[in-house]
């Protein structure tokens, strides 16, 4: 059977002890563990949760008949016993807000004992930080990344960092190694990343390995030559400082994907047509945007790419030229 009034709080077992009282007024409790099939222990528990609940009653008048109480009142007493334990759980929550002030104090306290440096040693150390900077991230995010191909592993843990910052408005610029998009599976991801608003750029050769987020916290790789022994977490300002600039440095000596990786001629990427059927029947941005999923950003990047490619002026003149070539 179904616990049907699960979210009252009431058990399966409860539910069966109150329906069998409702089809069987004024009977005793005797046997009902063998009628309902159950332990004992657990009949008489259920049944005594139920008088608590004000659900049932014995009537010692009727030799310990079990009088069952109309659904209509017990229902509601459920429901108003539940609303007041959420109103209570709500302001148990709420008040816990009066703890920031002075956990933010222990915070300050010991900011000047933090180390310039954090040396991060194991994989799970790195991914912590990694997660917690991803989500606090505000405006830019930058990385070099030598990797010669992602696995499906890799690819799954990175996706929902990076599609988070995306969706909120972060911009993602990112330099990997040319041997990466000659993997199926490496390119297919680098160019979902692009739809989703990503810049990503590509290198011959790079051996650095930079990730800087909201160009206030940096990590690098302890030892560049081998990853396994960890990396270190900066927020120095002079050493975030020197990183970023070699990030630049990179960034700027670097080719678009785009340009590495052409598309087929003619071909939109599924991401610009759902852009350019939006652009001809959505009248703002910040619609077209949300129904797509993508920041308002992404999406006028996307808008002024498809722009370009059609040799448009205007958005009219855009939606007029993709008619022809039969792209809607």
Known sequence: MNNNLSALGISAL????YRHFLR?????????????HARPADTEEALRRLCELGMV???????????????????????EQQVSDIHQRLQDVTQTSRLIPALEAEAAATDEEQPGVERL??????????DD??????????SVEPYALLTQEDIDYARPLDLRCLRRGVQVRNVVLKEATRDPLTLSYLQELTQHGARIRVADSIVERILIFDRQTAIIPQDPSDTSRGALLTRETGLVDNIQR?????????????QVVAPDEGELSE????????MCTVGK????????????????????????????????HAALLARERHWI
């Open 14 to 17: 409860e539910e069966r002890v």
């Open 24 to 36: 069987n007024p004024h009977t005793t409790a005797n046997d009902l563990d063998l009628l309902l």
């Open 57 to 79: 009653r014995v009537d010692d008048e009727e030799a310990g008949a079990v009088v069952a109480t109309a659904p209509a009142v017990a229902i509601r007493r459920l429901i």
């Open 121 to 130: 040693e194991t994989l799970d150390q790195i991914r912590g930080r990694l």
């Open 133 to 142: 900077l991803a989500f606090f991230t505000r405006e830019h995010v930058d």
């Open 246 to 258: 070699l990030f630049e440095k990179i960034w700027d000596s670097s080719l678009d994907l785009a």
């Open 271 to 278: 991401i610009e047509r759902q852009v350019l059927e939006s």
């Open 285 to 316: 941005d910040e619609i077209g945007a949300r129904d797509l999923g993508v920041s308002v950003r992404t999406y006028r990047r996307h808008v002024a790419d498809l722009l370009r490619t059609l040799g448009a002026a205007s958005r009219a």
